[in-house]
């Protein structure tokens, strides 16, 4: 059975509302993986009928770790391009640059701001 406390919390939600409590909000506003509110709704409705849930399907996006840090920093390709002074820089400069980004794979170009 699931945690007491969690069946209690979720039934006085259910209590205070007419058109019902989403699963996926109220693991998001009490703190608790998603599937500890499935469990007690599981535990619920193995009382009998004391509640009934109806499966909902939503989607969303979400970024990846690298989505981040793209949001957070600019591409690479960008960052990059911005480590590069006007007057342009070797490939072997670029590579040993304090401020270039993590590189996958090599450069054969000479990058110059135009």
Do not use: C, N, Y
């Amino acid at each position: 059975m699931a945690d007491t406390g969690v069946v209690e919390t979720l039934l006085r939600r259910i209590e205070k509302v007419d058109d019902g409590v989403d699963s996926l909000e109220a693991a998001g506003s009490l703190g608790l993986d998603h599937q500890v509110i499935v469990g007690a709704v599981k535990s619920l409705q193995a009382l009998g009928d004391l509640i009934s849930a109806e499966l909902r399907s939503s989607k969303r996006w979400e970024l990846t770790d690298e989505g981040r840090e793209i949001a957070e920093q600019g591409s690479h390709e960008a960052r990059v391009f911005s480590s590069v002074p006007p007057e342009g820089l070797q490939q072997s400069e670029l590579m040993v640059s304090d401020t270039r980004p993590k590189l996958v794979g090599t450069f054969s170009l000479v990058l110059v701001r135009v």
